[in-house]
């Protein structure tokens, strides 16, 4: 009898650790089968990305709910959004909106004439992006998208359709350059809403017009000029190449002529305050000296100093014209001519700025 219990006693055991390595086994190929097929939910994302994520605080859910719920084709997108946004955006920014914008530029640039035409990393960087500085963060894409596209329906390139924005835009949506502007830095909504914006505002709104369209685009500027009388911002545009137009301001020449050519070429690469900048998405580790603009930077001032438009109006000076009203002294718009001292026919004409 003894003899019997034992063999029942060793049955039963080797039957218990058979039943264990079976578990083993079938836990181990789920594993495998889970890793080869990952299901909803399951983390796609970079290394770089996870760690934006870390640092988003009590608004990660919303992130990665954003990642997750990305469409295959659109994941590196809204990888490189959450990779390189700033800190107030990662712990900010909804799922609903990171989604429903980068659905939106991606379906815009994708009818675009010239898509095949630019490359992935000037896509990532200079369309798709939802702020160019430190403006308010809002859904400008469907607005700007419905108003801009009738206007360059006709470009066959990034340079053209910009140009069509920059010359038909603003008088569509009446908007003008004043310094009774609310803020230097405004939101597209916040610059239509009053109609007054400086060269921030304006720049702001003609980039955002550009990537609603599919048109690569960004905002350029220089702190301050180097006779110290004040800063200025542009954009600039990538057609094959960068190229740059004051917003609100088109000429007829198209682009890369602007009455700041000459300014610009004055620019010193190597003293911050008097370089030429450009705002990138993508982090740089640069920044744009003496305004927070919430955004890394490129030193662009190479381009403009060695630039043969720059060289040709070396020897040309700058004169500034201001207009005000004689009865209440306010600054008023009005064209205004310069002649030569003995040559009349010689004839400069603008408009002064109110």
């Known amino acids: 009898m003894r003899a019997i219990r034992s063999h029942l006693n060793f049955n039963r055991r080797k039957g218990f650790f058979l039943g264990m390595l079976a578990g083993v086994c079938l836990l181990f190929l789920s594993t495998i ?35 997750e719920q990305t469409p295959e084709a659109q994941r590196d997108g809204m990888q490189f959004l959450v990779e390189n946004m700033p800190q107030a955006d990662l712990q900010s920014l909804s799922a609903r909106f990171l989604l ?52 360059v ?113 004055l620019a010193l690469k190597d003293v911050p305050i008097h370089s030429i900048y450009a705002s990138s998405f993508k982090k740089t580790g640069l920044s744009y000296p003496g305004m927070d603009w919430m955004a890394d930077a490129v030193n662009v001032t190479d381009r403009y100093t060695a630039s043969a438009t720059a060289k040709a109006d070396a020897n040309l000076s700058r004169l500034q014209v201001k207009v005000v009203d004689a009865l209440d002294g306010r600054r008023v718009a009005a064209k205004v001519t310069v002649n030569g001292p003995t040559n009349y026919a010689v004839c400069l004409a603008g408009l002064s700025k109110n």
Not at 108 to 120: C, G, S
Request: hydrophobic share 40%; proline share 6%.
């Open 153 to 265: 329906a006709d470009a066959a390139s990034p340079g053209e359709a910009a140009k069509l924005l920059n010359k038909k835009l603003f008088p569509l949506v009446h908007v003008k350059y004043s310094t009774a502007r609310r803020k230097a830095i405004q939101s597209p909504s916040e610059t239509m809403s009053t109609g007054l914006a400086t060269c921030s505002g304006l720049s702001i709104l003609l980039v955002d017009a550009c990537r609603s369209v599919g048109v690569p685009a960004r905002v350029a500027g220089i702190p301050m000029w180097v006779d110290n009388r004040g800063n200025h911002a542009w954009v600039e545009v990538w057609d094959g190449q960068w190229h740059f137009a004051g917003a609100a301001e088109p000429d007829s020449k198209g682009l890369d002529h602007t009455w700041f050519e000459h300014d610009a070429s």
């Open 100 to 151: 429903d914008h980068v659905a939106l530029i991606y379906e815009a640039f994708a009818k675009a004439p010239w898509h095949d035409r630019v490359p992935k990393d000037i896509f990532l960087n200079d369309v798709l992006p939802y702020a160019c500085i430190s403006e308010t963060r809002e859904a400008w894409g469907a607005t700007l998208r419905e108003k801009s596209a009738p206007l």
């Open 33 to 67: 089968a889970q890793a080869a097929s990952p299901g909803p939910g399951a983390r796609w994302w970079s290394d770089a990305a996870e760690q934006a994520l870390n640092q988003a605080g009590t608004n990660r859910p919303e992130l990665a709910n954003a990642l």
